[in-house]
């Protein structure tokens, strides 16, 4: 992949999904973009580049930021935020609150809202409140295999054997195992597309607390701005947003108060 049609590539999958692709990044744009070139059977970047543009369907630009798409995660990853959260749904529950909303924004391959949804889960025995959870992502790809709820073993490392056998079904045996997330979990959980470039959200709040970790990496500060604004307005006073460790918010966050490292109240 030349420089050229790099950039072009830059420009359509920054105004698309706001995703920002430095210098550094052509070589790992130019091989995931074979993958799908491949399928395609298209030999060339400039074709392929063509073929995104004339596709007035607009799926092509879909399959290009699924190929492009980083996801990386695993269950209770960061997992001081899962303890916190533990925490914080005690003393709801405790004030009398019955009704929950919580959002995993860029959710992947859905280990994050399923964690969010277990953490609660063991946190609310006795007790019946409503909970929901949307967990969204901008891969249909990624989406399919989170809605599907199955688990290699060696994704299972951080989780308990007692979380195992309550809240999973095994399939198979050994290292071919797979592990099965049960109903109970997948009920409560709500798993959509959606472009978090692309603002106002549809959704109408308000929420208890926005799960949108080692994602706005990706994004410039432009559109990090955008993105926290609309979090701001989604969430109900006192609501937490959970953001990656690594990541660094300063001067971005005017409407949060900080409450710990990465962790962000609403005032």
């Not at 959200?201 to 926290?228: E, H, Q, S, T």
Request: aromatic fraction near 10%; charged fraction near 25%.
């Amino acid at each position: 992949m030349n420089s050229k049609v790099f950039n072009r590539f830059r420009e359509i999958i920054y105004d698309t999904a706001g995703i920002h692709l430095n210098e550094k990044k052509q070589a790992l744009v130019g091989a995931r973009v074979a993958k799908r070139m491949r399928a395609l059977n298209i030999d060339d970047h400039k074709k392929y580049l063509s073929y995104v543009l004339e596709d007035k369907s607009g799926e092509e630009i879909v399959q290009l930021l699924d190929a492009v798409s980083t996801n990386v995660t695993h269950f209770f990853r960061e997992n001081d935020h899962f303890k916190f959260l533990e925490e914080q749904m005690q003393k709801w529950l405790e004030s009398g609150q019955r009704k929950y909303r919580f959002w995993s924004a860029g959710c992947s391959s859905g280990e994050e809202p399923y964690s969010i949804a277990m953490t609660l889960l063991q946190t609310t025995n006795g007790h019946k409140p409503d909970i929901r959870i949307l967990a969204t992502d901008i891969s249909t790809r990624i989406l399919s295999a989170s809605m599907a709820g199955k688990y290699p073993a060696k994704k299972m490392e951080n989780v308990t054997p007692f979380l195992r056998e309550r809240f999973f079904t095994k399939e198979g045996r050994s290292e071919s195992a797979v592990y099965k997330v049960n109903n109970a979990v997948k009920q409560m959980i709500l798993f959509k597309r959606l472009n978090l470039s692309v603002v106002p959200f549809p959704m109408k709040g308000p929420m208890d607390c926005i799960f949108c970790r080692n994602v706005m990496i990706y994004f410039d500060n432009d559109v990090r701005k955008r993105l926290l604004n609309e979090f701001y307005r989604l969430l109900k006073p006192d609501g937490y947003l959970m953001v990656g460790h690594a990541e660094s918010l300063t001067g971005m966050l005017s409407g949060f108060k900080c409450v710990k490292p990465s962790v962000y109240i609403k005032k």
